[in-house]
Each structure stands twice: as C-alpha cells, then as structure tokens.
C-alpha cells in the first residue's frame, strides 16, 4: 500500500516557516548546519551504559548528563521540547500550540527511560512513553500524535502533517522527530552487524555497519497563504512525501519498495529526476542498506544519475533513528538557501555501486559549484525496518 501528503502535490503550497534541532554536535538549527558545514563528528565513546557488553565501544550521544555521568529517565523528551520550541520561535509563533496539531515520528519513544525504570528502579511514568503529557504541559497541546515508526518516522508525521494541511483539518501543524540511543537497540545492532563499527562511513568500502546517535527535529508546516498573511519568512516549500510500506523483509531493505517511493515522491512534487539538485541520503553505513538506496538511485535517475550533489549526515550525527529523515529536511533546507553542502566523513574510497554519484567528500569545495544555477530542489530519502520508506521533495525558498 502507497500513502501520500495529499492528491495534489505541488499545488497545495505547504511550506516550512520555522525549525529547531538538537543533536550531538550542536544546539539549534544554526549550530547543527555549521558544525556539519566545519565536518565536525559528534562520534565519542560510549556513555550511557557499559560498553563492555558489546563489540561496537562509540556513539553519538548528546553530553547533557547530570556532573557524575550517570543516565536519567526522559533526555529524549527534552529534546524534543527544546526542538519545538525553537521551531515556533522560529517560525514567529507563541508557546500555545492548544489550537495546533503536534505530530511526533519516533523509532523508540521513550524507551531508555523505561529501561533505566525497570533495571535501576528510576522513576518512569508510563504515560510519558508517548510525549503528549509532556508536549500538553509545555504547550497546551490538545491534539498529539506520537508514531513510533521506526527509521522514516518523522517523514511519514511529515506527510501526515501536509494531509491535515490539504484536509483542511489545520491550517498550521508542528512536525517533530526524536530518539535516543538505547541499550536494548544498541544490542540489537551490536548482534546483527557482522563486526563492531568504530564510525559511520556511508557508501564506503570500509564500512562495517551503523552506530546510534541522539537527536531531535521540529518544523511548523503551514499553508502558504497562512505565512503570507503573517508576514513569516518561508525556509522551504515542501513539494511532496511519499509514503510506503514494501513488507519485503523485516529487517533487509528492498530496492523495489525504495524506487517505488522515490518515483511516487516525484509524481507527487510534479518534478522528474533531472530536476533534482540535491540528494540526502539515508545512508547509514551498513552493507545492505548503501547497496538496495544506491540500486533505487541508479533505477530511478538513470542517466541523471550523476547529476544531484549528494551526502549523507549520519557519517557526523550517527543513526538518529526516527528523528533522522526530518532532520536532514531541515539541514536540505538550509543548503537550498546557503550553496553550503555538508561533506560525507569517512566517505574515502566510495563502493562501485555508488560510483556515478556526486556525493560530496572532505576536501571537496562545500558551495555548489555553478552559481549561476543554484541549488532549487532536494530529495531527502528515510528507509526503516519492515521496507517503511519515505521521500520528501523540497524546494528552495523564492
């Protein structure tokens, strides 16, 4: 089954008005784009729980724990307030979100917090396993969805958020993803890679799987009508998401379902792949999922292949999980606007299979390179386990 933001596509003029992030390697929209622009890792070892369990020893994990290092119940919560908050201060709004839908796209929820309460007997209230407590304390949120939907979750909140726009439900949504690194999730990964990654190095023939970050993403998504009568400065005009559900395989990627998305998220932005400017990767590191993205990519831009400038953000944030996709929506939207595209650390000898890409590497100039053409259109691709795919197309701001 193929879901989508709405029967009309780029005639709808949803556009983002306001973002906020949080993540290893920075605080705040600004400071996350120019530690990626500077190729600053947020890679470190270890903290949140004994490494020697494991044979992957590095995460990248927000520094925010109290002085003695010990873990505390409901991190990934702040962040996603703190992210929010900067969306709607962003975006020119007040703190009252009573009349505004607040989706969230998570791949675990709060699930560290229940581990710290059911290992160490930290104190856990359940019913903040879904974050409309907290978003309803801090905001008056009313209407709160939380969807825990692994890798592409705040892609698919996204367009779920643009089908309330189009609906008419809303004329104003707030769209956020989250995740922190969990232990069980940690494990998980620790036992399906075939060795311990030390870093993520997306496309790389040296990669040996994905790592875990934290992080957090918000955006206000809103009519375009609605920012023009507020007189807001728009960041991003959201052409299209696509949604899917392949069901190929509970774990391994498909190609088929990936191009599936890309093809339906074009259809839906009225764009072909020649038009395309800017790709960002989901690009995790890990061997199956490079090779089935670089497979969709080469079916479904052909000989345009070569053609986008294309990177990769987990190689400095890690995997941030469901927070992932919006994330790098937010980091495409800045690039559109500065020229500036982040490198991909690690990226030092690229796989055949992504040979004919431009993904940008360290030492390659960040602007774009023809300044009488800049950069008008993005992809931003989020795959998840169970083949739940998810593209967004956004174009630059007049």
């Known amino acids: 089954m193929t879901r989508h933001a709405g029967p009309h596509g780029p ?9 906020g992030a949080v993540t290893s390697i920075g605080r705040g929209t600004d400071e996350v784009f120019e530690a990626l622009c500077a190729g600053r890792s947020g890679r470190a070892a270890l903290r949140a729980f004994p490494a020697d369990r494991f044979r992957a020893r590095y995460a990248y994990e927000i520094d925010d724990r109290p002085a003695d290092g010990q873990d505390v119940p409901l991190r990934a919560t702040r962040w996603l307030l703190q992210a929010v908050e900067e969306a709607l201060a962003d975006a020119g709004l007040d703190d009252d979100l009573s009349r505004v839908p607040v989706l969230v796209g998570t791949g675990l929820r709060e699930l560290r917090s229940a581990e710290l ?13 879904h974050f409309g407590t907290a978003l309803r304390e801090r905001f008056g949120a009313v209407r709160t969805y939380t969807v825990s939907n692994a890798c ?31 232990e069980s999730m940690f494990g998980l990964l620790d036992r399906v890679q075939m060795t311990g990654p030390d870093r993520v190095r997306p496309f790389d023939r040296g990669r ?39 069901a190929a395989h509970a774990t391994a990627p498909d190609p ?41 990519l080469d079916e479904v831009f052909g000989p345009h292949a070569g053609g986008p400038l294309m990177t990769a953000l987990k190689s400095m944030t890690g995997h941030t999980s469901g927070g992932s996709g919006l994330l790098s929506l937010i980091m495409a939207a800045r690039t559109l606007a500065t020229g500036r595209v982040p490198a991909t650390l690690g990226l030092d000898d690229p796989v055949p299979d992504a040979a004919r890409f431009r993904i940008v590497r360290p030492g390659d100039t960040p ?29 630059r701001a007049a």
């Open 11 to 19: 005639a709808d003029g949803m556009v983002l008005t306001g973002t």
């Open 117 to 129: 309460g059911w290992r160490d007997g930290a104190e856990f209230d359940i019913a903040r396993l």
């Open 152 to 182: 592409s979750a705040s892609l698919h909140t996204l367009a779920m958020g643009h089908d309330m726009l189009t609906a008419g439900i809303a004329e104003t949504v707030v769209v956020a993803g989250v995740d922190s690194v969990t």
């Open 208 to 246: 040996r799987g994905t790592l875990m970050g934290d992080g957090a993403a918000a955006v206000v998504l809103t009519r375009q009508t609605a920012a023009a009568a507020r007189a807001t400065e728009v960041k991003g005009r959201l052409r299209g998401v696509s949604m899917n559900c392949d």
């Open 256 to 296: 088929r379902g990936i191009a599936a998305a890309v093809r339906q998220a074009h259809r839906l932005a009225g764009v072909k792949p020649e038009d395309i400017d800017l790709v960002l990767l989901h690009g995790t590191g890990t061997v199956l999922n490079d090779e089935a993205e670089a497979t969709a």
């Open 367 to 395: 602007e774009q390179p023809d300044t009488a053409a800049p950069l008008r259109l993005a992809q931003v691709n989020a795959f998840g386990f169970g083949g739940v795919n998810s593209v967004a197309v956004l174009e």
